[in-house]
């Protein structure tokens, strides 16, 4: 079936290290997004790329970084410079023709 | 800064009732607007979409757009216990694909339905 995968589901972190997740898409869509949610609060932008070898800071980029080789992939990795890493980060791709997200099942960071 | 307000709730609602969530929205030039269900510890779903002025119905679900008062509601008809869940309204700038980066989601109303 198509859609996006990501993983891992579940991620601790220690203080100082820089985690990365994975987001696989494989609905050829050429747009791709990384949101970051916490309790109780909506979801931010955190990066998205509209296509392959490029991609924009969205509204809290700081500590984060993305790269996008490769049209079904948009790792984004979690780096020491986040200072509050704990939270559910959201992967998703817009529909054809809509605003709508296709949205993975999400990996929740917890930093110990 | 462009906003999307929503009551967090909980809005506590009797099985069979009707819930009726509300949504408001600062920017007057928003083009399209979504209503997802997010289950605790889950992604959120679309579950209804809506483009123009006026009401859209998909089974028990109801989604009304006024855009001269900037608002989006949802009704939730013959409320079940499987519709306790948040329900987040996603407004968008754009009417075209690939236009993510101008969504914007309000933190979501949490319903609870009551057996």
């Known amino acids: 079936d198509g859609g996006i995968t990501q993983s891992p589901k579940y991620l601790f972190r220690k203080e100082g290290q820089n985690v990365t997740l994975s987001c696989e898409q494989n609905?050829?869509?050429?747009?791709m997004y990384w949101y970051r949610q916490d309790p109780g609060q909506g979801l931010r932008l955190i990066y998205y790329?509209?296509?392959?070898?490029?991609?924009q800071k969205g509204d809290i980029a700081e500590g984060y970084s993305v790269s996008r080789e490769k049209k079904e992939s948009f790792p984004l990795t979690v780096t020491s410079a986040q200072k509050n890493p704990t939270a559910f980060y959201l992967c998703a791709s817009p529909g054809d023709n809509t605003g709508e997200l296709f949205f993975g099942e999400g990996s929740r960071l917890t930093v110990l | 800064q462009k906003e999307v307000e929503q009551n967090s709730g909980p809005l506590s609602v009797p099985e069979g009732a009707i819930a009726s969530l509300n949504c408001t929205y600062s920017?007057?030039?928003?083009?399209?607007f979504f209503w997802y269900r997010q289950y605790s510890g889950k992604s959120p779903e679309l579950i209804m979409s809506i483009y123009s002025n006026g009401d859209k119905e998909d089974g028990r679900f109801t989604a009304q757009l006024n855009k001269a008062s900037q608002y989006v509601s949802l009704l939730i008809r013959d409320s079940q216990p499987s519709d306790s869940a948040t329900y987040l309204c996603?407004?968008?700038?754009?009417?075209?694909?690939?236009?993510?980066?101008?969504?914007?989601f309000g933190g979501g109303t949490r319903v609870l339905v009551k057996p």
């Open positions: 609905l050829n869509h050429d747009a």
């Open positions: 790329s509209q296509i392959v070898n490029d991609f």
């Open positions: 996603a407004v968008n700038s754009f009417l075209i694909k690939a236009a993510g980066n101008k969504l914007t």
């Open positions: 920017d007057r030039g928003s083009q399209s």
